[in-house]
């Protein structure tokens, strides 16, 4: 008997536990801290309840979520295309650069022939210079000496430096008015030396003009 009592009465709080367990589960999700409205509504319905959702709630937060991934996702595309902008502008200075490069490099091998050409030419100039002084010195000192001295230092000479001294004698006679000694210094020399280094000064003249 006592045993049957304390069986009905385990069996009793075993139900009252279920029953309390049941009715907490149903108030959780009542009030919405816990989900599980689908297996309750039935219940819901009969009792005439409506439940607190969060529905509502977690569909602004996912809005919210969706409206600052779209954000991001617009800043990342705006940041990809201010590096594509940069490496186009890179790409166009780099080739501008190496066009400068080329175009000073032409300019300072132009710079480099000219200085080369005027060097040259000062130096065919100095050179002129120099043996047009040459010249004049030797037209003095073959006027200052007797003729038949003159022709035998002219004889022993390149034609082209007795061309040269004949010529400018001729010139520096014509400034003063007077006559020149060229003629008689060829008519002493050798006919056929004579002869060569008149054609020779002849042909120097018709190239010249």
């Known amino acids: 008997m006592s045993r049957g009592k ?5 069996v009793l709080l075993i139900l009252l536990i279920l029953i309390l367990s049941l009715f907490g589960v149903v108030w959780f999700d ?3 801290v816990i989900q599980a409205k689908k297996y309750f509504a039935p219940l819901y319905k009969l009792l005439h309840l409506t439940p607190q959702t969060s529905v509502s709630a977690t569909e602004g937060n996912e809005l919210e979520f969706d409206l600052y991934e779209d954000r991001i996702e617009k800043r990342l595309e705006a ?32 710079e480099k022939e000219l200085q080369e050409r005027e060097k040259t030419f ?34 022993e000479m390149d034609d082209q430096d007795v061309i040269d001294i004949l010529n400018r004698m ?9 006559a020149s000694n060229s003629g008689y210094y ?8 004579a002869a060569d280094r008149i054609r020779k000064s002849l042909n120097k003249t018709a190239v010249i003009q």
């Open 186 to 193: 060829l008519s002493l020399m050798d006919n056929k030396v």
């Open 30 to 32: 009542f009030i919405g």
């Open 6 to 10: 304390t069986i009905g009465k385990s």
């Open 170 to 178: 001729d010139e520096i006679a014509a400034e003063n008015g007077v």
């Open 79 to 110: 940041i990809d295309l201010e590096k594509e902008a940069l490496a186009i502008s890179l790409k166009e200075i780099e080739v501008k650069q190496q066009l400068n490069d080329r175009t000073a490099q032409e300019l300072k091998d132009k």
């Open 122 to 155: 000062n130096n065919r100039v100095e050179k002129y210079d120099k043996r047009s002084e040459n010249i004049e010195l030797a037209v003095s000192r073959f006027n200052g000496m007797p003729p038949a001295d003159a022709v035998n230092i002219l004889s």
